[in-house]
């Protein structure tokens, strides 16, 4: 294995996760939270939950984007380095679901930020949850493949 | 001279890897405990070789000298401990690092980096003392500072044992396990988001995990020589030393700051007295 195979392998085996609660009713981050207990245990994938944008890979959104919470959830996005993956757990933060109607909700947060993952449920299952994190592991290690294409493409 | 070298650089080359294993071990350790499976063995070598490649994101530049010095000076105080130099001098040198990498925390506005960097600063002071002492009783013990002569004494441990209790403390605090867990709140504790390292990220971050991996190897090859005629016990019983470290993480609950410098102070001028007292009364 080279170097290069390995860095790559690297991007794919320690995502480091970030949790944001985007006005969700605290179901999927309950469920979240479970996937760090011993029973599913997502440290053994290398996923770490962490308190900080500049440390984190993966951005977890959970809830629908309101008028008052899109900015912090643009500036948390713009504050993680590349390259970064967002998953969008729940139906609440792909669509918007049953708060969509809602006169203060915009929607799914993919109207504010790129969504690479989407996991369904309502609350999304720990299982559904591990798999879509999984999922977002693979993609980031794609970005990281693209990245380095383009920036031979620059030089 | 030429023998000198060649010794520095494999030291050098070597530390990092033992350090990441060890720290690799201790993840996998602590998930067993909590019943957990946990990350392989290699984890720490792909998180910090996934951070080197991350997209760079700066503060300000006195952040990537701070980190660079750091990880320097963790670098040379390992060569010069593998040369036998002077262990004061060793001591000093790491203690250049850890003011560079705590003055790089203040440099920025964040109020989470600038509590971190307090609580670092209050424990240098904690443990600071401690090495101090070690050096101290070392020198009732053997007449000379330096290592080469240090080590001429095979069994240093039936003279300092509770030296050798500090120093199991030192590493406590050093690798920022539980009771003392206070600059970076390791384990996923948001409360200060990641303390100092708040800041701190990308290729800088993982700057810091190397130079950390060198220091936690440098206190454990101060804890080695406690039995420098034949080192392999020697190893074993740091060994020893960073297990029960990692059994106190799981079992005890993070303490205040006030709490650690009187504890750590007060133990620690305790036990030197004792020791040293000790130490006359054999003669």
Known sequence: MGLKEFIEKSFKKSPWVLHYNCSSCNGCDIEILACMTPLYDMERFGMVN?????????????????????????????????????????????????????????????????????????????????????????????????????????? | MMREIIIFVIAIALAPFIGGFLNGIDRKLTAFIQGRYGPPVWQPFYDVIKLLYKQKILVNDFQVFSAYIYLLTAILSIGLFAIKADLLMILFVMSVGLAFYIAGALSTKSPYSQVGAQRELMQMLAYEPMLIFFAIAVYNVTGSFNLGQIMKHGRLLFDLPLMFILLGLVLTIKLKKSPFDLSTSEHAHQELVRGILTDYSGPYLALIHIADWYEMILILAMIAILWSQNLLIGVLIALATFFVDIVIDNITARMTVKWMLAFSWSISILFTIINIAYIYFRR
């Open chain 1, 50 to 155: 962490v308190g900080n944008p500049k440390h984190a890979d993966i951005l977890v959104v959970t809830g629908t984007v309101n008028t008052k919470n899109k900015e912090v959830l643009k500036n948390i996005y713009d504050q993680m380095p590349d390259p970064k993956v967002v998953v969008a757990v729940g139906v609440c933060a792909a669509t918007g679901g049953v708060f969509r109607e809602a006169y203060n909700v915009l929607g799914g947060i993919d109207k504010v930020i790129p969504v690479d993952v989407y996991v369904p449920g309502c609350p999304a299952k720990p299982e559904a949850i591990i798999d879509g994190l999984y999922k977002a592991a693979e993609i980031l290690k794609e970005k990281y493949e693209k990245m380095g294409k383009a920036e031979e493409v620059l030089k």
